[in-house]
């Protein structure tokens, strides 16, 4: 069964880092594009990071760029995303997510509705 599982979520203050990864079962995850997500209350689930399966190379919003950082190790068959000075309006459920081919094409940055094999989500909280 082809699944992802999204784990490292929680509570931190404001400042804080957690580092969330996304480890996928029943399929390799070495060529595929994987894209990080996160949802607010009463928001639109937001693509916030995103890395190839091809040459590796990574794509960030402005929102978390510089702070948050998209990695894979295919041996582990993971991909993590290390956030860092995390602030309150960092407070969602995030995401894992497979596309079949890259994250963008042209101008447009595939989103939500692009990607496939999504995992169940992780809470983060940031929060003093």
């Known amino acids: 069964q082809v699944q992802l599982v999204e784990s490292g979520g929680g509570l931190v203050q404001p400042g804080g880092s957690l580092r969330l990864s996304c480890v ?14 996160r949802q607010g209350p009463g928001n639109q689930r937001e693509r916030i990071s995103c890395i190839s ?5 990574t794509r960030y919003v ?3 760029k510089g702070r948050f950082i998209i990695s894979r190790d295919n041996a ?5 995303l290390q956030m860092n000075s995390l602030k309150p309006e960092d407070t969602a459920v995030y995401y894992c997510a ?3 081919h890259e994250c963008y094409s ?23």
């Open 24 to 37: 996928a079962s029943g399929f390799s995850l070495t060529h595929y594009v994987v894209g990080w997500f």
């Open 53 to 57: 399966g091809y040459d590796g190379s």
């Open 62 to 64: 402005d929102s978390v």
């Open 76 to 80: 582990e068959n993971t991909v993590y």
């Open 98 to 100: 497979t596309h079949p």
């Open 106 to 128: 042209g101008d447009y940055e595939y989103t939500a509705a692009d990607f496939r094999s999504w995992g169940q989500g992780v809470q983060v909280t940031v929060s003093s």
